[in-house]
T-cell receptor, first 113, second 115 residues
Framework: AQSVTQPDIHITVSEGASLELRCNYS??????LFWYVQSPGQGLQLLLK??????LVQGIKGFEAEFKRSQSSFNLRKPSVHWSDAAEYFC???????????FGKGTRLHILP | GAVVSQHPSWVICKSGTSVKIECRSL??????MFWYRQFPKQSLMLMAT?????????EQGVEKDKFLINHASLTLSTLTVTSAHPEDSSFYIC???????????FGPGTRLTVT
């Protein structure tokens, strides 16, 4: 069965510091992978997605993620965080066109001034 | 980009009453819509998938008679929580897909509080 693991429930970084949020997935075939961000009381915004091709994916707001098949990982990175990046981040995995998308439990990012 | 709206954004209702939540795709035709439920500080749990003009497919453990889903047009899906109870209080989020499930666009969510 497909699943997504985000091992860090909370992460705190200083403003201007680099960020990496971890995501590991389990899926029987080539996965479709997503990162979403959710601000308090809001819906989800897609940061980036990987379907195929280049394993380093660029997204919005300066985020990028790298698909590593050998490690079943899709970690999200940002070289320098801003206070406005404080939010909940969800990694998600899907399969073929008819598969549903499964979300990880999320990582809450806190930014220190 | 594709925009999905939800109405209302928040609602308070009394136990035993029913409440309807609307999900609209504003600038594209949504052949498939999804309804999720999110408890505080938790992830999104898929409740059901609806395709325009056909019955919704509910996930295991979701009561279809309690959470009525209608997808009558390519731009509108509704979720009706019937005979609501305090345990139904949650954040309900819809998403819509035009060309395939992997192009889901999410609504802003509806906060339901049952007193």
């Amino acid at each position: 069965a497909q699943s997504v693991t985000q091992p860090d429930i909370h992460i705190t970084v200083s403003e201007g510091a680099s960020l990496e949020l971890r995501c590991n997935y389990s899926y029987g075939a080539t996965p479709y992978l997503f990162w979403y961000v959710q601000s308090p009381g809001q819906g989800l915004q897609l940061l980036l997605k990987y379907f195929s091709g280049d394993t380093l994916v660029q997204g919005i707001k300066g985020f990028e993620a790298e698909f590593k098949r050998s490690q079943s990982s899709f970690n999200l990175r940002k070289p320098s965080v801003h206070w406005s990046d404080a939010a909940e981040y969800f990694c998600a995995v899907g399969g073929n066109r008819d598969d549903k998308i499964i979300f990880g439990k999320g990582t809450r990012l806190h930014i220190l001034p | 980009g594709a925009v999905v709206s939800q109405h209302p954004s928040w609602v308070i209702c009394k136990s035993g009453t029913s409440v309807k939540i609307e999900c609209r795709s504003l600038d594209f035709q949504a052949t498939t819509m999804f309804w999720y439920r999110q408890f505080p500080k938790q992830s999104l749990m898929l409740m059901a998938t609806s395709n325009e003009g056909s019955k919704a497919t509910y996930e295991q453990g979701v009561e279809k008679d309690k959470f009525l889903i209608n997808h009558a047009s390519l731009t509108l899906s509704t979720l009706t929580v019937t005979s609501a109870h305090p345990e139904d209080s949650s954040f309900y989020i819809c998403s819509a897909a035009g060309t395939g499930v992997h192009e889901q666009y999410f609504g802003p969510g509806t906060r339901l509080t049952v007193t």
